[in-house]
């Protein structure tokens, strides 16, 4: 007799395995998100995508290595070649549109790859716009590759009155949102840039890896398409590098799925498993760093370092209440200007000792980055200054250790860096000139000059 688990978790568990397809390859777009939309979120996040493995029972999908499927007598069961689909692809796939309330998931071997991708259903002569405190990588993909091939690009500050309808032209094919952004924390309404760029029938996409699914669900504020860093919170370790896409629009599956597998920059399966298993953890992680977030921004928001600091979750971020209505806490990303320029940034960064000095985010531990020297060096400083992207900027991704040694870890660097400011360092830095931490011994960032998160 088969034994099918115990009584409890077989409800949910059977009829979630029955509901996602196998991605089909000819129509493609066949994975089904929202497979039983009356289960909570964790649940889903635990079984779509998910079941059992028919044949042994494992309760881990196997890691499905093999890039090519039996055909016996020309029939295809569920997968062809592993770039077209594969099983691990499609249990990520299923599970992640289910989170983000999408019918359609794709995942892409990186971010970067989802978003180039996305941009491959345009055609040269077609205009977008895009926030303009944009990822620093897409800034780079949109102006120095894109750019060249054809597409035409406005960036602007969507939060500010009337800047979206003055930038959106009738060519304009697609809007890129970010919001939360990286790093200046700007919060945008989805629904309201929602609302503008389906005037003029351009599709919305929101990048939505600062907030995650856990946080914000930009379908059902209207946008077209949801874009992860799967590299971020998703993964959630800080132990790869992966993107995708969701969208509930069917005609756009389609299109996407063929972009995907005929443009190849598809993951590995080892890849999706692990992405997989961070989502299973997605929910509880969030509350985690939501709660460290608030505590971190608070002790910062107190501390006489600090000029100004940028938290969804703070009252005193400018756009606090739209944060309120789009998104479910405030997570653990944050921003925050220290007094005294570079010298203070740099005692702030050297004096940190739980907190890891590295670019990304998103992960388990706590990192902390400065902008101006290693994610957006390689923005021209023009623009820098007109993100206010400074020498006394410091990005701060809370993990989920001890809130109470995490908090004390900050509140010690940054009464390092006040030491500093009391000791007459000058308020205005001179220019970054590449090297971040003690001044004894600068660890070498020079080199960086690429954006990575
Ligand atoms: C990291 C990141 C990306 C790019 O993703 P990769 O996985 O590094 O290619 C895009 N947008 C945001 C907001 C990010 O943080």
Request: glycine fraction near 10%; proline fraction near 7%; hydrophobic fraction near 50%.
């Amino acid at each position: 007799m088969m034994m099918n688990g115990d009584a409890a978790n077989g409800g949910p568990a059977a009829t979630l395995a029955a509901a996602p397809a196998a991605a089909s390859v000819a129509g493609g777009a066949a994975n089904v998100g929202p497979a039983v939309p009356t289960l909570g979120f964790a649940t889903r996040a635990i079984h779509v995508g998910c079941p059992p493995d028919p044949g042994s029972g494992a309760v881990v999908p196997p890691i499905s290595v093999s890039s090519t499927f039996a055909m016996p007598g020309l029939v295809k069961k569920d997968h062809m070649y592993s770039r077209l689909s594969n099983p691990n692809r499609d249990g990520f796939e299923a599970c992640l549109a289910s989170l983000e309330g999408g019918k359609h998931g794709f995942a892409f071997a990186s971010g970067q790859a989802a978003t180039v991708t996305m941009m491959h259903t345009l055609k040269a002569g077609d205009h977008v716009v895009s926030i303009d405190d944009v990822y620093a990588g897409t800034q780079q993909y949109f102006t120095r590759i894109a750019t060249p091939m054809g597409l035409n690009f406005t960036f602007c500050d969507m939060a500010a009155p009337g800047a979206l309808e003055a930038a959106i032209l009738p060519t304009t094919r697609l809007v890129w949102l970010e919001t939360p952004t990286n790093p200046t924390m700007k919060i945008t309404s989805i629904e309201a840039v929602a609302a503008a760029a389906h005037a003029v029938g351009a599709l919305l996409v929101v990048d939505n890896t600062f907030a995650s699914p856990y946080l914000q669900s930009p379908l059902a504020l209207g946008a077209d398409v949801v874009f992860h860093s799967v590299s971020k919170y998703i993964g959630g370790h800080s132990d790869l590098v992966m993107g995708a896409l969701v969208t509930s629009d069917a005609a756009l599956a389609v299109r996407l799925r063929h972009l995907q597998i005929n443009m190849g920059a598809t993951p590995s399966p080892f890849d999706c498993f692990l992405a997989s298993r961070g989502l299973k953890t997605l929910a509880l992680r969030m509350v985690a760093h939501s709660t460290n977030g608030a505590a971190v921004a608070a002790a910062v928001e107190a501390h006489p370092a600090v000029r100004k600091v940028l938290y969804p979750g703070l009252a005193s971020h400018p756009s606090h209440a739209v944060a309120t209505m789009q998104m479910r806490g405030g997570g653990g990303m944050m921003t925050f200007w220290l007094r005294g320029g570079l010298p203070a940034a740099r005692a702030f960064l050297g004096a940190l000792s739980v907190v890891t000095l590295a670019v990304s985010l998103g992960g388990v531990e706590s990192l902390v980055e400065h902008p101006a020297l290693m994610t957006h060096a390689s923005l021209p400083p023009e623009v820098r200054a007109e993100l206010g992207i400074d020498d006394g900027m410091v990005r701060l991704s809370v993990g989920i250790e001890d809130a109470a040694d995490v908090v004390a870890d900050i509140t010690q660097a940054l009464d390092a860096a006040k030491a500093v400011i009391d000791g007459g360092a000058p308020a205005t830095a001179a220019p970054a000139t590449g090297a971040v931490g003690a001044a004894a011994a600068p660890p070498k960032v020079t080199g960086v000059k690429r954006p990575h998160e």
